[in-house]
């Protein structure tokens, strides 16, 4: 038996409905979690509309962040006796035959993670996808939660998300964290999410040419900030450091370059970066 959970925060009903419509009819129970949306009463009308049971909406007073929603919606299948869950995004639409592409291979040993081919998409246009690769299955390095199908012992044997991460770089240290146990994280060919960007905005280079760079709040920078200085802590030995660092660094100098907040960017990449060192580092064991 598959089932799904969904994690919501002031969805957008009409994406979150058709997210909600073809999951449902792939897998035999759905879970959501709503991180205290302002309209969580259009999310369990939603939800009732597509034959979710009410007891299975777990509805949080406040954020609490993904990474606990998604503890949540895979603790109440673990407690169900389900050994795979689903996990999606409001924003993310899945294949017809997502779920059925990636079943054969939940009974091979030590998958820790089964995921989909990505097209990540704006309203107008696709803006990016995963790497094609020319074999069936392929063992990658991380995944996007949402569209992944979570082997939920794993899940367990590994202490589950980290929920002090909160909302930031909570998909690739599960995914390091499993690899590091042992399991593997594999995509598999022709099973396909369609994702929808974040707000991005098209920024013009003195060239002329216009590039289109993600846009987001102070809010969600301190966290990217943070959260990768103490991923990059916590996996030194399983990832590659140099490159991570490059890619903070990078992304940081491009937003203090094309935002018009510059101030607002920098003293929240600062107190990410700060904050990000100060976090103790606690291993599988629980000691520091």
């Known amino acids: 038996m598959i089932c799904a959970g969904i994690v919501t925060y002031n969805p957008d009903i009409s994406l979150f409905k058709e997210c909600l419509g073809r999951v449902a009819a792939q897998v035999d129970k759905v879970y959501i979690a709503d991180n205290g949306s302002g309209n969580v009463s259009d999310v369990i009308r939603c939800a009732g509309e597509a034959g979710c049971c009410h007891n299975d909406i777990i509805c949080n007073e406040d954020n609490l962040g993904i990474a606990r929603a998604l503890n949540q919606v895979c603790e109440a299948a673990y407690d169900d006796g389900y050994q795979w ?4 995004d409001q924003d993310s639409v899945c294949d017809y035959e997502m779920v059925a592409g990636m079943l054969p291979y939940t009974d091979q040993d030590n998958i820790g993670i089964l995921a989909p081919e990505v097209e990540f998409r704006t309203d107008k246009e696709l803006i990016a996808s995963t790497k094609k690769f020319d074999t069936a299955t392929q063992n990658i390095r991380a995944c996007i939660t949402s569209g992944s199908l979570m082997n939920l012992k794993a899940w367990k044997q590994i202490g589950g998300f980290d929920e002090w991460l909160f909302i930031d770089h909570v998909d690739n240290e599960i995914c390091t964290h499993l690899i590091k146990e042992g399991y593997s994280v594999v995509r598999v060919r022709g099973a396909k999410l369609y994702q929808r960007a974040g707000e991005m905005k098209y920024k013009k280079l003195l060239s002329g040419k216009k590039i289109l760079l993600p846009y987001y709040s102070k809010f969600r920078n301190y966290y990217i900030c943070r959260n ?12 590659n450091v140099r490159h991570e660092s490059c890619v903070l660094i990078y992304s940081q100098l491009v937003k203090l370059l094309f935002e018009r907040k510059r101030w607002d960017t920098l003293t929240s990449t600062v107190k990410g970066i700060v904050d990000g060192f100060r976090a103790p580092i606690v291993d599988i064991e629980g000691e520091k």
């Open 228 to 239: 990768s200085v103490f991923y990059i802590r916590k996996y030194k030995k399983e990832i």
């Open 85 to 88: 869950i689903l996990t999606m």
